[in-house]
């Protein structure tokens, strides 16, 4: 039993790729670069199929690995959680060797009703600092500090605290200023079990949302005074369905992210969500690939473009949040 490489990598944006029958070769993901110095191998025969390396990289952790912490990166969750949705995709059991892909998975037991994980938020205290990181990306002061965001300043990492529906801490993530890697808090709830921002919903009773993929998007949408949550990547299970079905809102306006993996995230709320709760869709303005790229629609000057672009964009924006009528952040 082999996981398909090529098809699970398909559905995610790559710079500059070129696709062949034995590799796929793109800029780095793990970089903010457009070099083609990154490969993975696609060949099936091949002894590391599935195997990727970056020869643009100085971190040795970051030269070369296995598909299943690319695709836990390119996610946007955690190896254990990569590894349950390979093996409820492909089936696999028996014992998986490292980062490799043999592809014999672990099985990995699920309770049907997950546990609410809680950490101490103290672990928060020693992040309160701020970088410009999340400013020149357009998200304002104001919205850092309702979102509790914070700084690594030993590990160079912004940190994003992902809190329960109760306002308990349930995990942390760390996201590098100076590269795209993040990880998570170690013993702290599975992502999958949670959604970014639904905390505020109960806290301020809010019935109108936007729902974006990844938290800066939220945190963008925020900025513009829209409110918004996320799901934390393109996965969306029933438990995040759950927790949204569970809150305040009533109504949901979707941003989805320009690419083939935002068509299937977007497919899947409304296959778990319609009929339940209001469902409206707002498309990204091009040439944009998602909302923070869009970051001169909702926070004009956040954006290295033209003039005329920025003018337009904000008009969008200001139509969009007309039209929704959504819930502001005051």
């Given at each position: 039993m082999k996981i398909d490489?090529?098809?699970?990598?398909?559905d995610f944006?790559w710079?500059?790729?070129?696709w062949?029958?034995t590799?796929?070769i793109?800029?780095?993901?793990?970089?903010?670069?457009?070099?083609p110095?990154?490969?993975?191998?696609?060949?099936?025969?091949d002894?590391?199929?599935g195997s990727?390396?970056?020869?643009?990289a100085d971190?040795?952790e970051f030269?070369?690995?296995?598909i299943v912490?690319?695709l836990?990166?390119l996610?946007d969750?955690?190896i254990?959680?990569t590894?349950?949705?390979?093996?409820?995709?492909?089936?696999g059991?028996g014992?998986e060797?490292?980062?490799?892909?043999a592809?014999n998975l672990p099985k990995?037991?699920v309770?049907?009703?997950?546990r609410?994980?809680?950490?101490?938020s103290?672990?928060?205290?020693?992040?309160r600092?701020r970088?410009p990181?999340?400013?020149?990306?357009g998200?304002?002061?104001?919205?850092q500090?309702?979102?509790s965001?914070?700084?690594?300043r030993?590990?160079?990492?912004v940190?994003?605290?992902?809190?329960?529906?109760?306002?308990?801490?349930?995990?942390v993530?760390?996201r590098?200023?100076?590269?795209k890697t993040?990880?998570?808090e170690?013993g702290g709830?599975?992502?999958r079990?949670?959604?970014?921002?639904?905390?505020?919903?109960?806290e301020?009773?809010?019935?109108?949302?936007a729902?974006?993929?990844?938290?800066v998007?939220a945190?963008?949408?925020?900025s513009?005074?829209?409110?918004a949550?996320?799901t934390?990547g393109?996965?969306?299970n029933r438990?995040?369905?759950?927790?949204?079905?569970?809150s305040?809102?009533?109504?949901?306006?979707?941003f989805?992210d320009?690419?083939?993996?935002?068509r299937?995230?977007?497919?899947r709320?409304?296959?778990?969500?319609k009929?339940a709760i209001d469902?409206r869709v707002?498309?990204?303005?091009?040439?944009?690939?998602?909302?923070?790229?869009w970051?001169?629609?909702v926070?004009c000057?956040a954006?290295?473009?033209?003039?005329e672009?920025?003018?337009?964009s904000?008009e969008?924006?200001?139509?969009?949040?007309k039209?929704?009528n959504?819930?502001?952040?005051?």
């Open positions: 490489v090529r098809a699970e990598l398909a944006p710079i500059r790729a070129t062949s029958d590799r796929l793109a800029a780095s993901p793990w970089r903010y670069d457009r070099q110095s990154f490969y993975v191998i696609l060949d099936e025969d002894p590391a199929y990727w390396g970056d020869s643009g971190d040795p030269q070369r690995g296995g912490r690319l836990a990166f996610r969750e955690t254990g959680e590894l349950e949705y390979l093996r409820d995709k492909y089936g059991h014992e060797k490292s980062d490799e892909l592809l990995l037991y309770p049907d009703k997950p609410v994980t809680r950490i101490d103290a672990i928060l205290d020693a992040y600092f970088s990181y999340l400013g020149s990306r998200i304002s002061e104001e919205v500090r309702l979102m965001i914070g700084y690594d030993q590990r160079r990492a940190t994003i605290p992902w809190f329960n529906a109760d306002g308990s801490l349930g995990n993530k760390y590098r200023t100076d590269s993040f990880w998570y170690r709830r599975p992502i079990e949670m959604v970014y921002g639904i905390n505020i919903t109960y301020r009773k809010l019935k109108r949302a729902i974006v993929e990844a938290e998007d945190l963008t949408l925020m513009a005074g829209i409110f949550i996320a934390g393109t996965a969306l438990e995040k369905a759950e927790l949204i079905l569970r305040p809102i009533e109504e949901l306006m979707l989805r320009r690419d083939a993996a935002g299937a995230w977007r497919n709320i409304v296959a778990e969500l009929g469902l707002a498309n990204v303005a091009r040439p944009y690939k998602d909302v923070n790229e970051a001169c629609a926070n000057g954006c290295a473009v033209d003039e672009p920025i003018r337009r904000c969008r924006a200001r139509a969009v949040r039209l929704a959504f819930q502001l952040i005051t």
